[in-house]
């Protein structure tokens, strides 16, 4: 079955510590998401990539990086700069079809990370 | 930039009553605009989307939603709830390039036996 994993589920991090969230689709799509989300908030966007070896910054990437070295491929460290990072983060896919009506992201199950 | 507001963070419904749920977006061009539901601990799944084809959208377990642009307005209805409906529901929003989408805070809904 196609569809967008993520793991781990749960994720402690120890203070000062980088931690890494993966995120793996066999979608084939061109673009993934990272989000962020605390209750009450709805999603906010991390860091997205449209292509390979590409990718933006969205409203809160501070203490967070990417990389997108393959296309199935999108982690994201939280590094230790990230003074809040108690939350479930999301990951999301879509083909990118500029003025088609295919735009829909996808997202996986989400990762709880909290502070030990 | 686009924006959506979803009025009322907690809806609460009896079992077999309406389910109504607002959303309100901007834009300044025809959007493309979306409804996900999340269940705990999950990630959100798409319920229904709109994408100027017809106005009146129908999604799945029974919901629909109707654009309003007259309104800026996408409310999502589903005439009778069930108790499996209690959920996150989300209104999302993107422009036509459809390269970011901009999700609103999100309504609770609790059904009530």
């Known amino acids: 079955d196609g569809g967008i994993t993520q793991s781990p589920k749960y994720l402690f991090r120890k203070e000062g510590q980088n931690v890494t969230l993966s995120c793996e689709q066999n979608l084939n799509h061109d673009a993934m998401y990272w989000y962020r989300q605390d209750p009450g908030q709805g999603l906010r966007l991390i860091y997205y990539s449209q292509i390979v070896n590409d990718f933006q910054k969205g409203d809160i990437a501070e203490g967070y990086s990417v990389s997108r070295e393959k296309k199935e491929s999108f982690p994201l460290t939280v590094t230790s700069a990230q003074k809040n990072p108690t939350a479930f983060y999301l990951c999301?896919?879509?083909?990118?079809?500029?003025?088609?009506?295919?735009?829909?992201?996808?997202f996986g199950a989400g990762t709880r990370l909290s502070v030990l | 930039a686009q924006s959506v507001t979803q009025l009322g963070s907690h809806v609460s419904v009896s079992e077999g009553a309406l389910v109504l749920l607002r959303c309100n977006y901007s834009s300044s061009v025809p959007p493309y605009l979306f409804w996900y539901v999340q269940y705990p601990n999950q990630g959100l799944q798409l319920l229904l989307k709109y994408t100027s084809a017809a106005t009146l959208v129908k999604g799945i377990n029974g919901f629909e939603a109707e654009f309003k642009k007259s309104e800026t307005s996408f409310h999502l209805t589903k005439p009778s709830a069930h108790m499996s409906d209690a959920a996150e529901y989300f209104c999302a929003v993107s422009d036509w390039t459809g390269n970011q989408f901009y999700f609103g805070t999100g309504t609770s809904l609790t059904v009530i036996p």
């Open positions: 999301a896919s879509s083909l990118q079809m500029t003025g088609m009506a295919k735009n829909i992201q996808y």
